[in-house]
């Protein structure tokens, strides 16, 4: 039956069509709500179509690793409801949430999007950890792509807690943000037979080929890039769902923008 | 205690809300008595008839019913059937003997009928008081599905997306050129031409959103004329001729059952010498 599904998706993307009536490459409506949990420093809710979850951002003073004492850093993970997605059970991550939660924390990471040297409290010995965490609420396809928004817009309004070298004071917020220094964006692309699309449904994602998400940043620069899926694809097809990915990131950036 | 009505035909009900007081009303679907009064299990339209209070739903999960004919899909192989998700909370069984009228011989691999994944357009022949749901695949238009796609829809809208003697359903097939199969727990087998099947969706979506209300034909059909430049004319193919089932011949010897043992004339013919067929070998 899956195999008569992908035929079925197939036959619609010949007519340039998706089995929701979008063109291939549409993104649904995109909305992004921030300052939606009291308890976390920074947080926010990302809707995509039907698609929705909560990203919110914990700041934590640690020990820096041995070998960057004096830089800060960020910890990113993910959590798949079993209420967002019959497929999703309860338990510790699986390979779909640790494979979510790396690919939000490599964008992150590799543009450089959070200065870890501002995060340095004391070289050696005390750091900011910026701690993300995603949880869905409704999986209706295209998790990355909303979890990648929703972490950068958590990040971009979180305050840090008031410390006064000893405690931390989670009740109290401080005026200052994060030290953001670049707005990574997340696109993934998904090749379905010969053909490529952007945002998946749920029917799409069961019958995918190939995916990649590629994490761009403002001035048009990859920083990340992720493969998943059975199919191999070949260097020609990859510059090309690169070029898609650049092309749509601009659409995404003016909601990360207005916040 | 005088008996009251405390909501008015065809109000809204929330699950919870007291409908009644008082021992002079009835319960019916939908409704249950607490003490002397009457409350709502379900989201719905109140139906005020004489003393019984009867709750029509508008939302809420497939509950299985006899006789139904639904849209299923096989999620485990048993030892002698299938369970099937049958977009309910309890699971249907279809037994071999309800599935198929070949001979399959114990240890089988079933998966040669049914295999997982597969949806089947099934009948619910028997729900037991445990919800145990039986599923039969005897029947005219019960098979399994080839192609096209499932849609769900809200369980509760599927007589208004059906229509009288099917007019609605055969409203949507004729001017979208599509085949179309309405299960009775909300799920919804379309194939088509591209174009055509995404305005058939639409026009479902629309019977959802809009069942409660009145004139319901009219509007669809207008939704439809409104939407012919949409649509791509194409030749429907005739259904394809159903399988018959064969019949169970109780005597047929042509096939062999489980527990035959070879007939006499199965037996290599007498030759000289032999011992005659009525004498007993110890006497």
């Keep these: 039956m899956m195999y008569d599904l992908k035929e079925h998706v197939i036959k619609f993307l010949q007519r340039g069509l998706r089995v929701d009536g979008r063109k291939p490459l549409e993104y649904r409506d995109i909305s992004i709500e921030t300052g939606i949990t009291k308890n976390a420093e920074g947080s926010a809710r990302v809707k995509i179509g039907e698609t929705e979850l909560i990203v919110g951002v914990k700041m934590e003073v640690g020990s820096p690793y041995p070998d960057t004492p004096a830089e800060g850093t960020i910890i990113v993970g993910a959590e798949l409801l079993p209420l967002s997605s019959p497929e999703f059970e309860a338990g510790p991550p699986d390979i779909q949430a640790i494979e979510l939660a790396r690919v939000v924390d490599r964008g992150i990471r590799e543009s450089r999007a959070v200065s870890f040297k501002k995060l340095c409290i004391e070289p050696g010995k005390k750091i900011w950890m910026c ?3 995603v949880v869905t609420v409704n999986d209706a396809g295209n998790l990355f792509d909303a979890a990648a928004l929703g972490a950068m817009a958590a990040l971009k309004t979180a305050r840090f807690p008031e410390y006064d070298g000893e405690k931390v004071n989670y009740k109290k917020l401080t005026d200052k943000g994060l030290p953001i220094e670049e707005e990574p964006i997340s696109v993934t692309v998904l090749k379905i037979g010969e053909h490529f699309i952007v945002d998946p449904s749920t029917e799409e994602e069961k019958v995918y080929d190939a995916r990649l998400t590629v ?3 403002s001035n048009g620069d990859l920083c990340a890039l992720q493969k998943g899926g059975d199919a191999a694809v070949t260097e020609e097809e990859i510059s090309q769902m690169i070029g898609i990915a650049v092309d749509k990131s601009k659409e995404l950036r003016k909601h990360l923008s207005a916040i | 205690m005088e008996s009251k009505l405390l909501i008015q035909d065809k109000e809204i009900a929330v699950p919870g809300e007291i409908l009644a007081e008082g021992m002079d009303f009835v319960p019916g679907p939908g409704t249950y008595r607490i003490g002397e009064t009457i ?12 003393r019984a209070l009867k709750l029509i739903p508008m939302s809420g999960k497939y509950m299985p019913k006899r006789d139904d004919t639904i849209i299923g899909q096989v999620v ?17 069984m279809l037994n071999i003997k309800d599935a198929t009228s070949d001979f399959v011989s114990k240890g089988a691999d079933l998966t040669q009928y049914y295999t997982f994944g597969d949806y089947i357009v099934t009948k619910i022949t028997n729900v037991t008081s445990q919800k145990l749901v039986d599923l039969s695949m005897r029947g005219p238009g019960l098979k399994k599905l080839k192609g096209g796609r499932i849609i769900s829809v809200n369980p509760s809208k599927v007589p208004r997306i059906i229509g009288k003697q099917g007019s609605m359903v055969s409203l949507i097939k004729e001017a979208t ?4 199969t309405v299960g009775q727990n909300g799920l919804i087998w379309i194939d088509g031409e591209p174009e055509n099947e995404l305005v058939a969706i639409e026009a479902i979506r629309k019977i959802e959103n809009e069942a409660h209300l009145a ?5 669809v059909k207008e939704f439809l004329d409104a939407n012919k430049s ?7 193919k005739p259904e394809e001729p159903e399988e018959q089932p064969e019949r169970f011949e109780r005597f047929d010897r042509e096939r062999p059952r489980y527990g035959d043992r070879p007939r006499y004339n199965d037996r290599p013919p007498r030759r000289e010498g032999d011992r005659p067929f009525n004498r007993r070998r110890f006497s």
Excluded at chain 2, 39 to 50: P, T, Y
Excluded at chain 2, 76 to 89: H, M, P, Y
Excluded at chain 2, 230 to 236: A, G, L, N, S, T
């Design chain 1, 131 to 133: 701690v993300i965490d």
């Design chain 2, 215 to 219: 004139g319901l034909t009219e509007k």
């Design chain 2, 76 to 92: 485990d192989i048993l030892f002698s059937g299938w369970r099937v998700d049958i977009n309910s909370a309890y699971p249907g």
């Design chain 1, 215 to 217: 994490a761009i940043m």
């Design chain 2, 177 to 180: 050129y599509s085949r179309i």
């Design chain 2, 230 to 236: 949409r649509i791509k004319e194409v030749e429907m």
């Design chain 2, 39 to 50: 409350v709502a299990s379900r989201l719905g339209l109140v139906q005020v008839d004489g």
